[in-house]
């Protein structure tokens, strides 16, 4: 049981209250699995998890881990409070997710390495070591604490059982690389299916990616044909063009016709007429539109 | 019930297990309006509230509540979720706070003006706009969001009632005097005691300041006497030379001569023996030494 592969970063649909729609959440996860996912990143960054309370991100938990292969999922449970991240963590273990993907605590920043190390110590301190399935989640531009290479290797030595892995959303591939190298046998996950396509795809366990909401049955086709992987990172290239986590949600809406899925947690908000329409013309390029077909079933 | 002049960013004493010291807390709230402060603000930055559930959070503001006359309670409660700010913010109204010190949501970055405008307004909806006592907290080198002035102002022109006024923590006094001068009535906080002197001190409400949990009583006492102010900010420059909320930990041990007031929530961590000695000398050089007695008592 270890997650490899196409991770979906699995958006979150919202009911009108600004609640998560477990129903739709659970749909979602099971579409995305059924179109080729090796596994799905519940509640990551582009699940809005960080915009959620605990309880709210415990129910969706509970909901998708009775209707998804629990190998195949990996839930974020990252959060500014030491309490509340370990608490997810722990749930996460109980429930028999394949891995919790752990943000660094985001709201101080110039957190220095000693105290970043001491702060994931504390985590697996207070969750307890045993059973924990810990990925580290790198995103240095959204939590303004990276997790450099060396207090990453320094854990691994220190919990070779319980840390597997980590997500990096740097989009910096030298230091996915470096990452990868450092520490064999700990499983780095670049935040594009463009790493497929990477001349050291090999050093990766896979990819952890928001796009795959959309381009799914491109990327599984994609890993044998090249010419088809190509395809999913031009979709990707083009929703990146705009606000990339707006942009998934307003293409699941327009893929399924279902508009509930344009909801969004404030801070972030729905793509103004503007992006929709700079979004729509870079989707035509691509093959986007052969896509629908899939979301309607 | 406004609130005004000297308010301390209360530090948050911890047990052993890192919950939050109850007693302590309420003590040193209590020592602070004694010596001289005309409020407190708990749980903000200096205070870690976002290391902190928020179960944790609502046991602390109770405690305080009880322990401190209320029209001197301002209360951060900030957090990356809505629905926890949410609740945060209509505890502190529900216990009476005079006021509740407001972070934006501090996960996503380059959150636009609108996105930000809708966020503010979506807390003051969720939490219910009666009886709300809002304060803005600026403080963009943590946060990575600010409250540019033009949101502040178009928020204050809809919610008069509710949005009372800011904390500014960006340490650029120019915003202060900008913010302050662009929404006359609204209530402006620069963040040190250094602002007491500041040629534009008039346009302000008066401070809300980390350094006043050491200062208190010279920043009291220098409201009336420049020279004795002088002193007050010459310690917390001593202190801000070493990480600042270490520093203030450190003092407050060495003060009182309770060591457990070192301990800090991770990723914060207590100053090294390299900072202790540098921020010795630098206190060495200040009034700091008398102040002991009135910690001792």
């Known amino acids: ?30 579409r995305l699995v059924a179109l080729g996912c090796d596994g799905i990143n519940l509640l990551g960054t582009t699940g809005e998890a960080t915009s959620f309370s605990v309880a709210q991100r415990e129910a969706a938990m509970r909901a998708v881990a009775k209707a998804v292969p629990l190998q195949k999922l990996m839930v974020g449970t990252g959060a500014a409070s030491l309490a509340d991240a370990a608490r997810l963590t ?40 045993e059973g924990l399935r810990l990925y580290l989640y790198h995103y240095p531009l ?45 499983d780095v996950f670049p935040s594009t299916e463009a790493g497929f396509a ?18 799914a049955s491109l990327v599984a086709e994609g890993r044998k044909d090249p010419a088809v992987l190509a395809q999913g990172v031009a979709i990707r290239n083009a929703l990146a063009g705009v606000p990339l986590i707006p942009a998934i949600k307003w293409a ?9 899925w344009r909801r969004i947690m404030p ?31």
């Open 90 to 129: 722990s749930l996460a273990r109980e429930l028999g997710f394949a891995g919790a993907l752990l943000l660094p605590p985001f709201y101080y920043k110039g957190i220095t390495d000693d105290g970043l190390q001491a702060y994931v110590e504390a985590l697996i301190e207070t969750a307890g070591a």
């Open 142 to 186: 959204l939590s303004g604490v990276p997790y450099p290479v060396e207090v990453v290797a320094r854990l691994f030595a220190k919990y070779p059982a319980q840390l597997l892995g980590l997500k990096d959303s740097s989009g910096d591939m030298g230091y996915a690389e470096a990452m990868a190298r450092r520490c064999p046998g700990f």
């Open 267 to 297: 801070p972030l908000h729905p793509l103004n007429e503007d992006e929709i329409r700079k979004l729509g013309a870079a989707l035509h390029e691509t093959r986007y539109e052969t896509l629908a077909p899939l979301f309607r079933r």
């Open 252 to 260: 699941l809406a327009d893929l399924t016709g279902d508009e509930t």
């Open 198 to 215: 990477s001349p050291v795809a090999g050093l990766f366990a896979g990819c952890i990616s928001a796009s795959v909401n959309v381009t």
């Open 1 to 30: 049981m270890r997650l490899k592969g196409i991770i979906a970063a699995a958006a979150t649909p919202l009911r009108a209250d600004r609640s998560i729609d477990l129903d739709r959440l659970v749909a979602h996860c099971q």
